[in-house]
């Protein structure tokens, strides 16, 4: 399939969903998530985010100075800083991305895989990459098996579970550091109750509508080579046979019997002496003469 093909595809899918935004039940989804992802991406500042959304923008109260929005085609481009390009080929260079969210895309592509593996490559080592997905085991997840001929938005793509996708992510080397569950409802054209809502974030239940994971690249440390020390070669035997006969030996002989060594040394010492005063005492007559 070449590019202009699937760029027409991925333009009929996103436009085939906007009319579920605009009706409550979207409005309500739209709001919960943008509820999850705001203490997210609000305290970074960083340079350049870009989201992937098949609905509203949602990275709106965030405080990264270059937002861009992507799009499959240039006439569904918002604005002139929209990124137009394949979602598996973004033309961005390596980790240049502070945040990077994708908003239901991977339901809908047929080499989703492919773009995980594109986000991953463009995110920062610091940097965080933001999944959302419908829950397929949540309750809209079960009435969901019930409708599987409606192609239309939302029921239409491929549902997958939160475990699924951190098996995805860990293929990219990213790893998962949470993932919250939000907008909880008993049926799926109604509004996420205020009491439910709380309740269900309060303690994550996953029986949510959507999903929201939050993923960083997985930081390896470098192997650290340890030194080893040593001799080369073994030390010849004469050589420690010296060590041990020679001053290490004497010392050694001192430390044993101090007093005896230092009389001894005193000893030597006189008898030297008295040999020098002898000499001295010899007149030149007392010489022998040869």
């Excluded at 009929?12 to 906007?18: E, G, M, N």
């Excluded at 269900?200 to 993923?215: C, D, K, V």
Aim: aromatic share 8%.
């Amino acid at each position: 399939m070449s590019n202009s093909t699937t760029a027409t595809t991925l333009a009929k899918r996103l436009q085939s969903s906007q009319p579920y935004w605009q009706t409550e039940a979207g409005r309500s989804l739209w709001e919960t998530q943008r509820a999850c992802l705001g203490p997210v991406v609000e305290s970074r500042v960083g340079g350049h985010s870009l989201e992937m959304s098949m609905g509203p923008a949602l990275m709106t109260m965030s405080a990264v100075a270059h937002p861009i929005r992507w799009s499959p085609t240039r006439q569904l481009a918002e604005n002139d800083s929209t990124l137009v390009c394949p979602p598996d080929q973004l033309a961005l260079p390596d980790r240049c991305l502070d945040v990077m969210v994708i908003h239901h895309w991977l339901e809908h592509l047929t080499d989703a895989h492919f773009t995980l593996q594109e986000a991953a490559r463009v995110t920062a080592d610091n940097g965080i990459m933001v999944l959302f997905g419908f829950n397929p085991i949540g309750v809209s997840g079960l009435a969901r098996q019930w409708r599987k001929r409606q192609q239309t938005f939302p029921w239409s793509g491929t549902w997958r579970s939160a475990s699924r996708l951190r098996d995805w992510l860990a293929f990219v080397d990213f790893e998962v550091e949470r993932v919250d569950y939000c907008c909880f409802r008993g049926r799926m054209n109604a509004k996420c109750g205020e009491y439910w809502e709380s309740l269900g974030r309060r303690h994550n239940l996953p029986l949510g509508e959507s999903y929201m994971i939050q993923a960083r690249r997985q930081q390896r440390q470098a192997p650290v080579q340890r030194l080893k020390f040593g001799l080369e070669a073994p030390a010849p035997q004469a050589s420690l046979g010296v060590t041990r006969s020679g001053s290490s030996a004497h010392y050694q002989a001192y430390q044993a019997h101090p007093a005896k060594t230092s009389q001894a040394t005193t000893r030597q010492t006189d008898m030297h002496k008295a040999d020098l005063n002898k000499a001295d005492l010899q007149t030149p007559g007392d010489q022998e003469i040869d």
